[in-house]
């Protein structure tokens, strides 16, 4: 996609910091999903 590894956890901070992400870990692997915020302002 163009962009750095560097960028995107920058967002996605921004994102959690919004409450728009949730963020779960299991080893090495993230999971991120929409929150319900995000998806009342998607709807």
Known sequence: MGVTAG???Q???VL???GL???S???RTA???RTDRAEALLA
Do not use: E, F, K, Y
């Open 25 to 27: 870990r299991d080893g």
């Open 31 to 33: 999971l991120h999903l």
């Open 21 to 23: 992400v949730s963020t």
């Open 7 to 9: 960028a995107i956890s």
């Open 16 to 18: 959690r910091g919004a």
């Open 11 to 13: 967002h996605l901070g």
